[in-house]
């Protein structure tokens, strides 16, 4: 079979590219061994999300109670009743998802796929495959896991599978404090879970910034979460559905903790395996990514052979709506049509913990390793009237060049992830914080925090001085 583009991996950075393809006019074929969506609508993003909500209404029953008067108890959980909600949001997602690409007239293949050449894919259970245009590698990532650790789906668990392990334990150890590692422990420890979360570096989600970092782990720390930070695994033994591990921090002696489960959150690993890059003329670099020799087209060494989603290195930051970009991007150069490369620098990063956090542009530390002048504000959100209301803590964070544009706003709290695409089109848009002084937040919103700190560093400051 002929076609103008082959896809290779139906997750957000594939059927995104098929999608916008099909909608130019390419004659489209996506290849998928397993089900459309991928890892982020089946195992990952959606999933987890829908769990984290229902961990907020868990939450909200004892703030009800403790915080205002409302005489309100959980009876319990009815884990059956949960898991249904969760799996019916991820089933009406991946029936919308196939009916697009139905609607847009993209040929869904089932099947592994491996190259056989520059322009060919072999696809078992279809044959050989011919791309007019190009080929397009997401064959997405998997989770990495540690030296003497098995996941077994029930004590041991992986990202992956930690949504699917039967019932809720009463005790976890969390191994990665990135976004996903803050993420299950917030989740487990809503549930009424004992949680011990365990970071190798000096600081939670240690990619953000530093005073991200210290806020969340105070945020979690009120919650009655252990954080145990610049600390590592040493040993670990699973015996009579529970685990027991040695964690060896940087000063002081080692400790012993024991849970129910052990959640392993160390990161994430390309996956290549089977794809038979050599045939195509391609290599991977140490980690396993797949590198392009043209970043403003996304295209590798071989030409017409583009990649996207999680096969991607640094700068690509491996998040789904960053893979929706890499899409659209792949697909338009495809077509001919004019694009514009992934800005990952204007990339929302957020963690969906309680409190989250939310993220884009620089940090305070990038900024100034890259030399820039800078200024400096910030503002806890408990000095707005919302904040008060929510009375959860948090902060907002703003890095601008000492007389120039912003750099990066970062943010902590409760629902960050729905105020940081404002500050999204700031960066992206070189605004100055006097652009934004101009413009009026919402009185009483969580928003008007972010509004307050531009006001003041573009020294019109109201409640901040």
Not at 41 to 65: F, T, Y
Not at 79 to 92: G, H, Y
Not at 164 to 193: C, D
Not at 254 to 282: F, H, I, M, N, Q
Request: glycine letters at 12%.
């Amino acid at each position: 079979m002929t076609t103008d583009v082959i896809v290779i991996g139906g997750g957000t950075g594939g059927y995104s590219t098929a999608l916008r393809a099909a909608a130019l006019g390419l004659d489209v074929v996506l290849a998928e061994r397993d089900k459309i969506g991928g890892t982020c609508l089946h195992r990952g993003c959606v999933p987890s999300k829908a769990m984290l909500h229902a961990a907020e209404l868990v939450d909200g029953i004892a703030e009800a109670r403790e915080r205002w008067g409302v005489k309100s108890t959980l009876d319990s959980v009815d884990w059956p009743a949960l898991v249904a909600t969760r799996d019916d949001i991820v089933a009406r997602n991946h029936r919308g998802v196939e009916s697009h690409l139905a609607h847009a007239g993209v040929r869904v293949v089932r099947g592994s796929a491996r190259l056989t050449g520059p322009r060919g894919v072999y696809v078992e259970g279809a044959g050989e495959l011919t791309a007019r245009r190009g080929i397009v590698l997401a064959t997405g990532s998997r989770p990495r896991t540690l030296p003497g650790l098995t996941p077994d789906g029930r004590t041991v668990v992986t990202s992956d599978d930690a949504l699917f392990a039967p019932g809720l334990p009463a005790s976890v150890l969390v191994l990665g404090g990135g976004a996903i590692g803050v993420e299950y422990a917030s989740f487990h420890r809503s549930m009424g879970a004992a949680v011990t979360l365990v970071e190798a570096a000096d600081r939670l989600v240690p990619l953000e910034d530093a005073d991200v970092g210290r806020h969340l782990t105070r945020g979690l720390k009120k919650r009655g979460i252990r954080v145990l930070t610049g600390a590592r695994l040493d040993d670990a033994s699973v015996a009579a559905g529970s685990v027991r591990a040695v964690v060896r921090p940087a000063r002081g002696e080692s400790r012993t903790v024991e849970a129910e489960r052990l959640l392993v959150a160390v990161g994430r690993a390309p996956v290549t395996e089977g794809l038979d890059l050599a045939a195509a003329g391609l290599t991977t670099d140490e980690r396993g990514h797949v590198v392009p020799a043209d970043w403003t087209r996304l295209e590798t060494a071989v030409p017409g052979i583009h990649v996207v989603g999680d096969l991607l290195p640094p700068p690509s930051l491996g998040l789904a709506h960053a893979s929706f970009a890499e899409g659209l991007l792949v697909a338009e150069t495809l077509a001919g049509v004019a694009s514009q490369p992934v800005d990952y620098a204007t990339v929302p990063r957020v963690t969906y913990s309680s409190p989250q956090t939310a993220a884009v542009g620089l940090t305070e530390e990038e900024a100034r390793n890259r030399g820039h002048e800078v200024r400096v504000n910030t503002m806890p959100l408990t000095a707005v009237a919302k904040g008060m209301v929510h009375g959860r803590g948090g902060v907002v964070k703003v890095v601008a060049e000492r007389d120039g544009r912003v750099l990066g706003v970062h943010l902590v709290g409760p629902h960050v992830s729905e105020m940081i695409a404002e500050s999204q089109l700031i960066v992206g848009w070189d605004a100055e914080p006097s652009d934004v002084a101009r413009h009026i937040h919402p009185h009483p919103t969580l928003s008007e925090a972010v509004g307050e700190t531009f006001l003041t560093l573009a020294g019109r400051g109201l409640h901040q001085q």
